[in-house]
C-alpha cells in the first residue's frame, strides 16, 4: 500500500494532508489546495478529528483502491548512511 496521508506540523494548526484527495468525494468541502492530486485539511482542533465529516474522509481514502503513480510508501526504507 503506498502512502495514504503526509501530517504536517504547522504554526496554529496541523496539516493532514491527502494524497490522491482530489477525487475523494468532499462534499462539505472541507479539503482545501488546488493541485491536480493533492488535498489537505487543517486541523486546528482535537475535537475536528472527531467530526463525522472527517472521519468519512480518512474512511474514503482508506478504503479507496490503489492508483497508479500513488507516492510509495517511506516507511520501510532503511535510513539513508551518513557518508
Known amino acids: 500500500m503506498g502512502t495514504l496521508f ?6 496554529g494548526y496541523v ?3 491527502f494524497y490522491d484527495g482530489a ?3 468532499d462534499p462539505d468541502e472541507l479539503l482545501e489546495g ?8 487543517k486541523v486546528r482542533t482535537q475535537s ?13 481514502a482508506v478504503r479507496r483502491p ?6 510509495r510508501s517511506t516507511a520501510a526504507r532503511p535510513p539513508k548512511e551518513e557518508t
Do not use: F, M
Open 23 to 25: 477525487a475523494l468525494p
Open 34 to 41: 488546488a493541485g491536480k492530486r493533492h488535498r489537505h485539511l
Open 6 to 11: 503526509v501530517i504536517s506540523p504547522q504554526k
Open 66 to 71: 490503489a492508483v497508479e503513480g500513488r507516492a
Open 48 to 60: 475536528q478529528l472527531k467530526d463525522a465529516r472527517v472521519i468519512r474522509l480518512i474512511q474514503a
Open 15 to 17: 496539516n493532514l494532508g
